[in-house]
């Protein structure tokens, strides 16, 4: 079989929804609509790294944009992702296509049109309260603004598409 030459590049969980804050996935260990969609184009997958797992863990709880806005995940998140840019241009400088680069929604990281927003501050035991002070706003998650970024640098031009979280059930 030949090689499509088509990439998309795609969020950890949609791949591996065991990666999401506890209490949050919708869905069984992948997104079936998103990952059969290309699996029947014959475009080859490529998973981003967690940007959130891989700084908090696992056993971390919801948190919004406001509280990730930090210069060390800001840097966190780049260092993630210098070798996946290298791949895209890599790719792209053999000829291959980018389909396309696919976040999710209302993440804080991996949201491409709006997140979650809003933090006052406070004690663990007033979560409720602060997840009562929490908004979805338009914007791009922080892993999505330094992804765009680092894109900028390679100047490698690929659309950003993206799931919504609160709709993708299987």
């Not at 998103?34 to 699996?39: D, G, M």
């Not at 060390?72 to 998140?77: A, L, P, Q």
Request: glycine letters at 10%.
């Amino acid at each position: 079989m030949r090689r499509s030459k088509r990439v998309v590049f795609l969020a950890h969980c949609i791949l591996n929804g065991n990666s999401k804050v506890m209490g949050l996935t919708l869905y069984g260990g992948a997104m079936k609509s998103v990952v059969n969609e290309h699996l029947n184009k014959g475009t080859g997958m490529i998973q981003l790294p967690c940007p959130e797992t891989t700084f908090i863990g696992l056993r971390r709880w919801g948190m919004s944009k406001n509280q990730y806005d930090t210069a060390n995940y800001r840097r966190h998140c780049r260092n993630l992702l210098i070798p996946y840019v290298e791949q895209m241009k890599e790719y792209q400088s053999d000829g291959y296509i980018l389909e396309g680069i696919i976040g999710i929604d209302g993440s804080p990281s991996c949201g491409v049109n709006y997140v979650s927003m809003g933090y006052k501050g406070g004690m663990i035991d007033e979560a409720d309260k602060q997840a009562s002070m929490l908004s979805e706003q338009a914007g791009q998650g922080i892993y999505i603004e330094e992804l765009k970024k680092l894109l900028n640098e390679y100047k490698i031009q690929v659309e950003f598409l993206a799931v919504d979280e609160k709709a993708q059930v299987e």
